[in-house]
Structures are given as structure tokens and as C-alpha cells.
């Protein structure tokens, strides 16, 4: 990791408020350079700007009086020239600050996707934070567009104001007049329209999120008979975002009307007083409209600056999201020592967890071990913390205190990914992404950069472990049918399963699965059955969150617990024995409590 700061973000990163977190910190002095060239090439553009009022200057003041055809020709010419080398620079001006904007997608865009995959505290993130990468979308957008270049070439006015001043103080002073106004006008559109923009970035990004996962749950929606209170919720969210929106677009378009009444008025002020100080012969003829381009020019970049003041707002909230981002999630993993392959020894030490952003307890001084070729039911009642404990334990979230051991070795000494190599999860919810049944079941490791033969001969052999490569053969393209998000495609049975193959990829070590046996029916628990006995066989440690008494029949230990308390633990006759004895308790493994002593 770099343990020395970056000097510093170039001059860009000013326009935004407050200190930048690391990363940003980083990607935005790695474009330092780009800003720097981008700036000289501002200067000659701006410096270019001036040959249309020189062009003007000569026109009017030697080729009107004179009738030299052949000076037109040559001034015309250096015009051309000067014109052309303009639009050039401009052009490359342009393409610095796309390149700015594709650098800091290279830079940036896989570490705000790490920090969006593996939050601090594993909790809900909030609608700002869950649409990070829009939001840097934005920020990319407003280093790289029209308010970027209005920004560069702001600077810049005062050298027409000293132009202006050149030619005749009275036009040098109209002109800082007007420039005051569009400033003041600027920093009056700021000040009205700036809360109402950041309400609007807010109130559209909640409606973003809520469709989105809307969308993502059609069916049930569908069966509940909820989308048209739905459609009228999600209505509502959006006309929240569209108002505040829709009144901060009429503020602004009624200062940009306001800022392009001034600057067309002003024009002809100076239009004007350019012909009355022609008339007292205090200028040439030519400096008549000479004055009004160089009005033009050095009101244009307030002016654009007030019409893409919007854009510039929504930059600046963008930022302050991602800097929430980065200051409110942990980096990527640091590297760590290579441990060797866990045989599966796991050992939960005195494990605290709290609910996110509260002092509430989910999970209060667990303790237990699961040795290599044991399987542990965890059982209790709702509430009870018990897939709490699976995320803890697979290492979805870290606990708040206490710790887990892999063979001795504390989770937070591991490589995250490496250790999760050794590890199969199943989460209640099946959480298949899409991407094809190989990919699903393999968990992307083709995208990892491992080896394909591997990943087939790998996939296969877990979907036979699960019992589940039969099922599909039968889909349209075998392993390669695409699903979609969630698993559309496959029945919730089917998922279940995919998802238990998915755990047993690779033979890991560890094997974690919450409620598995949820969806399955009587051949689908069987095959569960068989794949955990088979696991079993191999050494696997083995902890099963389960209801129904079925898959807990095969395991060796069960954990009662109540409120996020150990009630039991211990051998499993002897925990089906005290749930037997206490009354409506062996609701907890099922019905039939006796029947997973006598299995």
C-alpha cells in the first residue's frame, strides 16, 4: 500500500468542497498533468480569441479607408490561420479532458465497485452510496464537459477586460460593470437553486433504487396484486425528485434569461459607447465593434458558467457522496501472508454483532467449534440470530467483537477472497446473478482468470455433488443457459440448488448453508442429504441453519439459539433430549423432535 500522499489533486478538485479521501485523492493528481495542458491549452485558445477583434480592428481602421484589396487578402489569411490553429487547440483541449474522464474510470471504477461489495458492517447502504457509480458518472462528467471548459476559461476574462481598457477606459469600466453582474447573478442562481438540486439528486436516486428493485421482484408484485399501489407509490417518489427538479430548472432559466438579457444589453452599451467615443474621436471606427466582441468574450464564460450551473451542482454532489463512500467503507484487503489450505477446524470465539448503526445485539458472546468431518445444526426460533451467525461465520460481515478462527488463524488474517475459496455459502435467498449456469455455480472464476478446463471439470463435478446436473441438461443450453438476475429462469426449487452447487465448488472446507432445504422437495432434500454426508466423508466442517428436522437428522451437534444467546450446545441426542422435555421447544428441528434422536 502507498503510505505517501500524493502532492496533492491539481486546481480541478478546488471546485469541490472539502478534503478528498485517498483515493480520489490519488486519481485526481494522476491527472494532474492532463489539467495542467488542458489549461495551457486554454490559454492559447483564449489569447486566439483575441484575432477576431484585431481582424476587425484593421478591416475597419486600414482596409475601409485605404480600399487595399491586397492587405484584406493578407490580414484575411492570419485570420484563417489563426482560426484554424483555435479551433485545433480547442479540439485537443477537449480530448485532455475526455482522456481526464476515461483515466478516472480506469483508476477508480473498480475500487468504488470493491467498496460497494464488501461494506463496512455488511448493512443496508443508503440510496446515495448503493448508486455510487452513477454518481461518479456525474463527477467524471463535470471534469470533462461544458462546465469544465467554462471553468478553464473563466481566468481568462480579465484579459479582455484589459484589452477593453486599452482601447478606452469607458469600455474597459463597462465591461467590469457587466462582469460584476453576471457574477453576482452567478453566485445568486448558487444560492437559490443549490439546496433544491441536492434535494432533487436525492429524492431522484430513492426512486432510482425503489424501481430498481421493483422491477427485480415483477412476480411477486404481480401475485400479490400490488403494482398498481406500487405504480402509484413509485409515481409519487418520482414526482418528488421531478418537482424539486423542474423548480430548480425554472430558477436557473430564469437567471440564465436574466444573464442573457445583460449580456445582449450590454453588447449594445457598448456599442454604443463605442460610437460616441468615435464621434468625439476618442477611438477608431473600427474599435465600435471591436468593443462588443470583446464584451462578448469576456462575459461568455460566466455566462456558460450560469447555464450549465446544474451540471456543475450536480458534479459537486456527486462528489460529496463518493467521498461519503470512501470515508464510510473499508479499502481493499492489504496483502496478507499465504496461509496454507484450512483442513476445516473452525472455532467461534465469544462473537459479538450489532444491528447496523444501533446498539441492539444480534448476536451476544457466541461461542463454539466445528472440527473437520462434523456437521452442526443451528436451530432456534425467529429472531434467534441464527443467519446472523451464518454471515458472521461465512464472512458476508465482520462481528463488532469476538472472533473466527480458521484452523487457528483469526477470518481478518486471511486474504478475503482467497479464504473465501475454501468456504460454501448458502444464503437464504439463493442470490444467483446473472450470467450463465456455469458462471453462476463456478462464481465467476472465468472472469478471475482461471484456467476453463478447470472451471468445467470443477462445475460439473459440484452440480453432480448436489445433484443437480442432471436438471441441467435438461435446460435449454445446459451450463450455458443464461439466467437472469435473481435466477429468472428457474423455479425457486431449481435455484436452491444451483446455489448449493455453487457451494460445494471446489470442495471447500468449510460449508455454511442457511435454511438450504427451504424450497426442496422430498428428491431434492435427499440430494442434499447425500451431498453433505459426501462432504462429510471428505472432512468438511459443516454448519446447517435448518428448520426442518430432515437435513438436521445427519448432524452431529445442534446449537439452540435464543436471542442471540447460546441456549445449547452439544452432542445432538442429548440437545433433542431437552427439547423433548421442555414444552412446544421441538417445534424448533420440526414436528417430530424424537425423530432426529432415533435417526
Given at each position: 500500500?502507498?503510505?505517501?500522499?500524493?502532492?496533492?489533486?491539481?486546481?480541478?478538485?478546488?471546485?469541490?468542497?472539502?478534503?478528498?479521501?485517498?483515493?480520489?485523492?490519488?486519481?485526481?493528481?494522476?491527472?494532474?498533468?492532463?489539467?495542467?495542458?488542458?489549461?495551457?491549452?486554454?490559454?492559447?485558445?483564449?489569447?486566439?480569441?483575441?484575432?477576431?477583434?484585431?481582424?476587425?480592428?484593421?478591416?475597419?481602421?486600414?482596409?475601409?479607408?485605404?480600399?487595399?484589396?491586397?492587405?484584406?487578402?493578407?490580414?484575411?489569411?492570419?485570420?484563417?490561420?489563426?482560426?484554424?490553429?483555435?479551433?485545433?487547440?480547442?479540439?485537443?483541449?477537449?480530448?485532455?479532458?475526455?482522456?481526464v474522464g476515461l483515466r478516472l474510470d480506469r483508476l477508480l471504477s473498480a475500487e468504488i465497485l470493491s467498496r460497494l461489495m464488501a461494506r463496512a458492517r455488511g448493512g443496508p447502504a443508503s440510496a446515495m452510496v448503493s448508486q455510487a457509480m452513477r454518481e461518479f458518472d456525474v463527477f467524471r462528467q463535470s471534469l470533462s464537459g461544458p462546465a469544465a471548459l467554462a471553468v478553464m476559461d473563466l481566468p481568462w476574462a480579465p484579459l479582455y477586460v484589459?484589452?477593453?481598457?486599452?482601447?478606452?477606459?469607458?469600455?474597459?469600466?463597462?465591461?467590469?460593470?457587466?462582469?460584476?453582474?453576471?457574477?453576482?447573478?452567478?453566485?445568486?442562481?448558487?444560492?437559490?437553486?443549490?439546496?433544491?438540486?441536492?434535494?432533487?439528486?436525492?429524492?431522484?436516486?430513492?426512486?432510482?433504487?425503489?424501481?430498481?428493485?421493483?422491477?427485480?421482484?415483477?412476480?411477486?408484485?404481480?401475485?400479490l396484486g400490488m403494482r398498481r399501489a406500487l405504480v402509484n407509490r413509485q409515481e409519487a417518489e418520482r414526482s418528488v425528485g421531478l418537482q424539486l427538479t423542474a423548480e430548480a430548472q425554472f430558477l436557473g432559466g430564469k437567471y440564465s434569461s436574466i444573464t442573457k438579457f445583460v449580456r445582449l444589453f450590454l453588447q449594445s452599451i457598448a456599442l454604443g459607447a463605442g460610437a460616441w467615443l468615435a464621434v468625439k474621436h476618442q477611438i477608431s471606427s473600427g474599435s465600435i465593434i471591436a468593443a462588443s466582441v470583446l464584451m462578448t468574450r469576456a462575459l461568455q464564460p460566466i455566462e456558460q458558467l450560469v447555464g450549465n450551473w446544474a451540471l456543475f451542482m450536480q458534479g459537486r454532489t456527486a462528489y460529496e457522496n463518493l467521498c461519503r463512500l470512501f470515508n464510510d467503507t473499508e479499502a481493499d484487503d492489504p496483502l496478507r501472508t499465504r496461509l496454507p489450505a484450512p483442513a476445516g477446524r473452525l472455532q467461534i470465539e465469544r462473537v459479538v454483532t450489532r444491528v447496523p448503526g444501533g446498539n441492539e445485539a444480534l448476536l451476544k458472546n457466541v461461542s463454539f467449534s466445528v472440527d473437520p468431518g462434523n456437521i452442526v445444526g443451528v436451530i432456534g426460533p425467529s429472531g434467534a440470530g441464527k443467519t446472523t451467525l451464518a454471515r458472521v461465520i461465512s464472512g458476508a460481515i465482520p462481528p463488532d467483537m469476538g472472533t473466527v478462527r480458521v484452523d487457528g488463524a483469526a477470518t481478518s488474517d486471511w486474504d478475503g477472497d482467497l479464504l473465501a475459496r475454501y468456504i460454501g455459502y448458502l444464503p437464504q435467498n439463493p442470490a444467483l446473478l446473472a450470467g450463465t449456469v456455469k458462471e453462476n455455480i463456478s462464481r465467476f472464476a472465468g472472469w478471475g482468470g482461471g484456467d476453463p478446463d478447470d472451471i468445467d471439470r470443477l462445475t460439473v463435478e459440484a452440480a453432480q455433488s448436489a445433484g443437480v446436473h442432471e436438471m441441467i441438461l435438461r435446460l435449454p443450453f445446459g451450463y450455458d443457459t443464461r439466467l437472469g438476475p435473481q435466477g429468472a429462469g428457474l423455479s425457486a426449487g431449481q435455484a436452491q440448488r444451483l446455489a448449493l452447487a455453487r457451494a460445494l465448488y471446489n470442495n471447500p472446507s468449510i460449508i455454511i448453508l442457511d435454511e438450504p432445504n427451504s424450497a426442496l422437495d422430498a428428491q431434492g432434500e435427499a440430494a442434499l442429504t447425500r451431498a453433505l454426508k459426501e462432504a462429510k466423508a471428505r472432512g468438511a466442517a459443516i454448519i446447517i441453519i435448518a428448520h426442518r428436522a430432515g437435513v438436521l437428522n445427519i448432524a452431529d451437534q445442534l446449537l439452540l439459539l435464543r436471542e442471540g444467546v447460546v441456549d445449547q450446545w452439544g452432542p445432538r441426542a442429548d440437545v433433542v433430549a431437552y427439547l423433548s422435555a421442555n414444552e412446544n421447544s421441538g417445534k424448533l428441528i420440526g414436528e417430530n423432535p424424537a425423530a432426529g434422536a432415533k435417526a
Open positions: 500500500m502507498n503510505t505517501r500522499a500524493p502532492a496533492g489533486p491539481p486546481r480541478t478538485s478546488k471546485l469541490f468542497p472539502g478534503p478528498a479521501p485517498e483515493p480520489l485523492k490519488g486519481a485526481l493528481a494522476a491527472c494532474r498533468k492532463h489539467f495542467v495542458w488542458a489549461g495551457v491549452f486554454s490559454a492559447l485558445v483564449n489569447i486566439l480569441y483575441l484575432a477576431p477583434t484585431l481582424y476587425m480592428l484593421q478591416v475597419y481602421d486600414r482596409v475601409v479607408p485605404t480600399g487595399s484589396g491586397l492587405t484584406l487578402i493578407y490580414i484575411t489569411a492570419v485570420i484563417a490561420y489563426a482560426l484554424a490553429t483555435l479551433s485545433l487547440l480547442d479540439h485537443v483541449r477537449m480530448r485532455l479532458l475526455i482522456r484589459a484589452v477593453a481598457f486599452i482601447m478606452h477606459p469607458v469600455l474597459g469600466i463597462i465591461t467590469v460593470i457587466g462582469a460584476c453582474i453576471l457574477v453576482a447573478i452567478t453566485i445568486l442562481n448558487q444560492r437559490a437553486t443549490r439546496a433544491r438540486l441536492q434535494a432533487a439528486n436525492q429524492a431522484n436516486t430513492v426512486a432510482y433504487v425503489s424501481q430498481d428493485s421493483i422491477a427485480q421482484n415483477a412476480e411477486t408484485v404481480r401475485a
